[in-house]
């Protein structure tokens, strides 16, 4: 079993910036995707961006030039970064890992854009 919890969520500026963390109870090998999805009120869960050893990062079309995704050298980290965030971020945002067959979620971190 593992464990994913996110931080940095909060009230951010339309324009601004975020950034948003998860870190994983143990080690979950790189080759292994982590990452981050999102859901907002009366929408369906969403991709925002998995990482993705190797190759190029899964990122979702509506934040697409304006993240960046990073694993940590523990292998127990994931960071994603946001800017130029709009009020249509406003979301819950959830960790994401996927092991094999098995799939693990984080309780998710509110991230509000408003002035």
């Known amino acids: 079993q593992v464990q994913l919890v996110e931080s940095g969520g909060g009230l951010v500026q339309p324009g601004g910036s975020l950034r948003l963390s998860c870190a994983a109870s143990?080690?979950?090998?790189?080759?292994?995707?982590m990452g981050w999805y999102r859901q907002a009120p009366g929408n369906e869960r969403e991709l925002v961006a998995m990482y993705i050893t190797g190759g190029s990062p899964q990122l979702g079309d509506s934040v697409k030039g304006r993240i960046t995704i990073s694993r940590g050298d523990s292998e127990n980290t994931v960071t994603l970064e946001m800017n130029s965030l709009k009020p249509e971020d406003t979301a819950v945002y959830y960790c994401?890992?996927?092991?094999?067959?098995?799939?693990?979620w984080g309780q998710g971190t509110q991230v509000t854009v408003s002035s």
């Open positions: 994401h890992a996927r092991i094999g067959s098995w799939t693990f």
């Open positions: 143990r080690s979950i090998y790189k080759n292994y995707p």
